[in-house]
């Protein structure tokens, strides 16, 4: 089954705790990115990647990493969460060029107290 | 800076009803133009992807159209269900991936 997977669903962490969070597609999709979604501002991207070893900054990077190193694997690192980082994050897949369709992975619930 | 409008921002309709969901964008330089539900607590689930040369696309009860000159896109649901109900969202995707999300609609279809 074609699909984008996030862990964890749920997380609980304290300000300042370095975290990981995962994201794998079994799609051999090229493009992948990471959004949060926080109420009344929809979705906003955080970084994207278009291939292996290939990031960039999408609209909101500040606190945030990423890497690419394999083409399946996208993670978003926080390095020092802070509670404004509070959100529900999705990790998205594609491929490349702009015709096809995007997959979300279910979302992981992010709290930082 | 590409800005998505979603109307009406709620809707609340019995069974049965035929819907219009409405979207506009102020860039009209796009790749295509995704339609997504999303239920509560939950990922997004594709409905629709119209490709910038195409002027419709059909899926089940499901229709969407789109009219790149004017910014506009329009989801029409046919013979609403309450499984039916989430929020909908447009999302043009403008240099290719680049998909901007709305505040979207949310639908609420009662049995």
């Known amino acids: 089954e074609a699909q984008v997977t996030q862990n964890p669903r749920y997380l609980i962490t304290v300000t300042g705790k370095k975290l990981t969070v995962t994201c794998s597609q079994n799609m051999n999709h090229e493009y992948m990115s990471w959004y949060r979604q926080d109420p009344g501002l929809g979705l906003r991207q955080i970084y994207y990647s278009m291939n292996v070893e290939v990031t960039d900054k999408g609209d909101v990077p500040e606190g945030y990493k990423v890497s690419r190193k394999e083409k399946r694997n996208f993670p978003l690192i926080l390095e020092s969460p802070s509670p404004n980082q509070t959100s529900l994050y999705f990790c998205?897949?594609?491929?490349?060029?702009?015709?096809?369709?995007?997959?979300f992975g279910q979302g992981t619930r992010l709290t930082v107290v | 800076k590409q800005e998505v409008t979603q109307i009406p921002a709620a809707l609340s309709v019995p069974e049965g009803e035929n819907l219009v969901l409405n979207c506009s964008f102020t860039?009209?330089?796009?790749?295509?133009l995704q339609w997504f539900r999303q239920d509560p607590g939950k990922g997004l689930t594709s409905l629709l992807l119209i490709q910038s040369s195409q002027r419709e696309q059909t899926s089940g009860r499901l229709n969407a159209s789109l009219d790149k000159s004017s910014g506009r896109s329009t989801l029409y649901i046919a013979a609403s269900q309450p499984g039916d109900s989430a929020t909908y969202l447009c999302?043009?995707?403008?240099?290719?991936?680049?998909?901007?999300f709305g505040a979207g609609t949310i639908l609420r279809v009662k049995s």
């Open positions: 999302t043009p995707d403008e240099y290719g991936n680049k998909l901007v």
């Open positions: 860039d009209s330089a796009i790749y295509n």
């Open positions: 998205a897949s594609s491929h490349r060029g702009g015709n096809t369709e995007a997959f």
